[in-house]
């Protein structure tokens, strides 16, 4: 996993010399794309969401696209549309921004269910389908959405199946103030991310993301994944548990953060890590325990210290 962890330490390094003092977002993003999986970033605005999208995009040298979701947005503006040649007398497809290989989607709380539903096809597929005609993605595909918190006026939540469709759910939070300040020093004369240079190229990274696959995962690690997520579908506080998909999350991204600490097999620490981060967004709360209060993050961290963690011998790699 040699390959894996110097293509990964490249990118952070790269992106951290612009997103400044938030080490654990830029190593769960890196996470995320050596599992061509796709991020909601759900935090205020102002805090470096549109920033973290390029600067990865920059460090990797892949096409990027902004989507900006409005409340008027239609689902053919971000998957495209067919118009009418008259050269050619022939229908022609226009691409919308979704052709691209790194697409931030931003603020898409505030579209409609309808235009977020856009996006389906794109992120699991990664292809989209316009008038019956199917259009393929270019790998490396990655989907960075953007949401404000659902108690701003003017957002839409997103509806379940569209949540669980992103691999990890994170927030960036605002700097400290020794950070801050250095954030001031750097943008004195220009934004860092106009000196910032591609590292990584794309050829590298899908072959990063097929080694992290192979990755050995010890059966009671599995185990461990399966009984942690199957404790939030019995969870009495929880009105929906995460599915089989949420299991494979965890799977994957523990296989990309041992790959990053330069191991050859997943730990129980990679499963407890990544759990807040892959398994709230797809957790649904009871009316009852949301009266309460409850949050599916509390929820999540009772499960982490009532289910056993598997202890014993952890065999070597394959």
Same mark, same amino acid.
């Given at each position: ?16 010399? %612009? ?82 290989? /790194? ?18 096809? +794109? ?48 927030? /960036? ?55 942690? %997520? ?58 009852? +325990? ?29």
């Amino acid at each position: 996993m040699s390959n894996v962890q110097a293509v990964g330490q490249r990118l952070i390094e790269n992106v951290e010399r %612009v997103i400044i003092g938030k080490h654990d977002t830029v190593t769960l993003s890196v996470v995320g794309l050596l599992c061509q999986g796709h991020l909601l970033i759900e935090d205020v605005p102002g805090v470096g969401k549109t920033m973290l999208a390029k600067a990865i995009a920059k460090s990797i040298g892949c096409v990027f696209r902004r989507i900006q979701f409005t409340p008027d947005m239609l689902p053919s503006d971000v998957t495209g549309v067919r118009i009418f040649d008259q050269k050619t007398g022939e229908f022609v497809f226009q691409p919308g921004p979704i052709m691209a290989q /790194i697409v931030l989607a931003d603020e898409i709380n505030r579209a409609t269910p309808k235009t977020q539903s856009a996006l389906l096809e +794109a992120m699991e597929e990664r292809q989209v389908t316009v008038d019956g005609e199917t259009h393929h993605l270019s790998p490396p595909f990655m989907v960075i959405a953007t949401q404000n918190p659902i108690e701003y006026e003017g957002t839409f939540p997103l509806p379940e199946a569209q949540r669980d469709r992103f691999l990890l759910r994170i927030s /960036i939070g605002y700097p400290d103030p020794k950070t801050e300040v250095s954030i001031l020093e750097d943008q004195q004369i220009r934004h860092p991310l106009e000196t910032i240079e591609q590292v990584v190229g794309a050829d590298e990274l899908l072959t990063a993301q097929t080694e992290v696959r192979s990755l050995y995962v010890d059966d009671l690690v599995k185990s461990y994944i399966v009984d942690l %997520v199957g404790q939030t579908r019995r969870h009495d506080d929880v009105y929906l548990g995460a599915s089989p998909r949420g299991s494979l999350t965890l799977y994957r991204a523990a296989q990309a953060r041992a790959a990053l600490d330069g191991r050859t097999y997943v730990i129980p620490d990679d499963v407890k890590y990544l759990a807040p981060y892959a398994l709230p967004h797809r957790m649904i709360v009871s009316p009852s +325990a949301r009266i309460k209060d409850v949050s599916a993050e509390s929820i999540l961290r009772d499960m982490l210290n009532s289910v056993p963690v598997p202890g014993g011998v952890v065999k070597s790699a394959r």
